[in-house]
Each structure stands twice: as C-alpha cells, then as structure tokens.
C-alpha cells in the first residue's frame, strides 16, 4: 500500500482505459500517454492493462507501507527516492517506509507534461465497466470517482509472477525512440475529417502550415488551441454525433478543439480532422504553452504508424525479457 502525502491536484489512477462504455455516454478516460504506462507495466512484468498513477502537477510526494517494486516513466522531472535520484523510464525497489518525490518537469530536447509512477501488481481499485480509471466528469473508476488527496492509501495488485526488468533497468523513452518533429516543435499526425472540405483553402492550408499553442483552457477533457482563425465556406450547423478522443473540432470562435481522453461521447461542432491514434500520446504530452504541428496523413499513413508503435513495444518487451533471463542465469 501506498499513501499520498502531496497536495499534487488532478492525480488520477488510470489504465489504458473504459472501452465500449461510449453507448452509454462513458468516455474512455485512460492515460493521458498510454506508452508511458505501457512501458512502466513492461518495466515491472505487470498485465497491459494494470493501472498506475498520472500526474500532471508537481510536486508528488508519496510513501510506500511495505516493499514494492515501481517504475517511473512519463515527462522527465526531478524523481528521487529516499532522496536519492533514479532515473526516468527505470524501474526501482522501494522499501517500507521509503518516500518518492517528482519535482518539477525538466526542460529537455522533449519536455512532456504527465509522469507516471507504476506499481508492480498495479493499484488495485474496484474496475467499473471494465476499467479502473478515473471520468472526473462521471465521478466514475479510480478512488471514488475522484482526484487523489493527500491522505488517501492505495492498494497494490497481486505480482502476476512475471519476469520483472532488474533494478535501475532503462528504456529509451518514445520521444526519442520514435522522434515526430516539424520546424523544430512536436507534430502528430492528423486525418482529414468529415467537414474538412467545408472549410476555406486558406484555412485547410493553416492547419497544416501554422503552429498550434496549447492553452492554459487545456485539459484531460480537450486541448483548446491558439492560431489562425478556421474558417467554414459557409455557416455550419451539425446535429450532436458520436465523437472519439482525437477528434478536432472547430467551434464559431475558429480555434480547434482537440478531444482527450475523457471527453464527452457526442458533440455537435464541424469537426477538421483527427490526430491518429499512434499519436494521441505525443499530443497528451504536450505543456500547456507549448506548440504544436499538425501532420495530415491518410488511412494507410495512420495504419502505419499504429503497427509502427505495436512494433516498437514488442521490441521493448522482448529486450526485457531477455535482459531479465541472462540476470536469471547469472
């Protein structure tokens, strides 16, 4: 078990998320960048779909009741344990009574925005419709539908048994590993959505050509961008309509809307485009006042990418797995 000591605000346990729930009006929810927790899981041997803990305001403080075996990945920040460093995207033996702290995220090449502090056995909340991850909106998944509060003890899940990377065992982190640049900024790679074509050349061509800043209205629920006002052909007026995390679209003001992970199941604006799923968690990592690209691809590019990053896990989890026998046999 493991108790929060900070006041960090917006902490959330979450998994990879609440699907087949959007028939009910129940986003996905789920981690913000799903690599990174895909990756603290790999570290510790732990299922895919274990669920850890996401913070996005520093700094973190908490304290570990019994042994356990962590993994830290996500934006890289100050981490100490014991206050002793570790390093990011590593895994670490954390004994009874041992304290980790994540101070401020640090300026590098790529400076992401949410950390993840991964668990081996994960955090053992109740699932609600299949997930143990935090809806704020829906008060659903998590410790009771909530942020986590200094105070609040959490659980850990039972090892799975698994072989568990060694001690201080690092991953080169995607952002380098699987690099999206354009002009100098991060870019994600956008489809071309059902209302694209009602909007003006000029306005098709800024998408694509103008950086996009993430503004401080930003959050799990959407990233509101700054840059050149889109503009329709003609006023538009949609019905409310299924919408996924991704999704970009275009209020009356002319400033996109990018859908995050618990984001509403409808809404009624035109909608652009939709940042591809293989790049949903370069965009959840980046810093509100930071900018973005934007990338159009088509199916098979989006494909592509998705197999691209499949294969990219598959080659960390096999590294793992044989940096894990030769410690075994030594």
Not at 169 to 192: E, H, N, Q, Y
């Amino acid at each position: 078990m493991m108790e929060i000591r900070s006041k960090s605000a917006l902490t959330t346990i979450q998994d990879r998320g609440r699907f087949g729930a959007l028939k009910w009006g129940v986003g996905t929810a789920g981690a913000m960048d799903g690599l990174a927790l895909a990756c603290g899981n790999l570290l510790l041997g732990n299922s895919e779909d274990a669920a850890a803990i996401e913070i996005q305001v520093f700094p973190f403080e908490t304290r570990f009741d019994c042994e356990a075996k962590i993994a830290l990945t996500g934006a890289t920040c100050e981490a100490s344990i014991d206050g002793k460093a570790i390093l990011p995207w590593s895994s670490i033996q954390a004994k009874a009574g041992s304290v980790l702290r994540l101070g401020l995220t640090r300026s590098a090449r790529w400076r992401g925005s949410r950390a993840y502090v991964c668990v081996a056995g994960g955090i053992d909340v109740p699932i609600v419709l299949g997930s143990r991850s935090t809806q704020l909106r829906g008060a659903i998944g998590g410790l009771e539908g909530r942020a986590l509060q200094q105070g609040d003890k959490l659980p850990f899940g039972q090892p799975n048994g698994a072989r568990r990377a060694s001690d201080g065992t690092s991953i080169v982190p995607p952002s380098f590993a699987l690099p999206l640049m354009v002009d100098g900024l991060p870019a994600v790679r956008v489809l071309p959505a059902a209302e694209y074509h009602c909007f003006k050349p000029e306005s098709q061509s800024d998408l694509w050509l103008k950086p996009w800043k993430v503004t401080p209205q930003s959050d799990r629920y959407g990233y509101r961008l700054s840059g050149p006002v889109l503009e329709p052909v003609a006023p538009l007026e949609l019905r409310s309509h299924g919408i996924v995390p991704g999704v970009i679209q275009v209020p009356h003001g002319g400033q996109p809307i990018v859908q995050m992970c618990d984001a509403q199941p409808s809404g009624g604006y035109p909608k652009i485009g939709t940042v591809i799923e293989a790049d949903l968690w370069r965009l959840g990592q980046a810093p509100i006042g930071s900018s973005i690209r934007f990338i159009e691809t088509d199916w098979d590019g989006a494909l592509h990418a998705l197999d691209e990053v499949s294969q990219w896990l598959s080659d960390v989890a096999r590294c793992l797995d044989l940096a894990g026998a030769r410690r075994a046999s030594s």
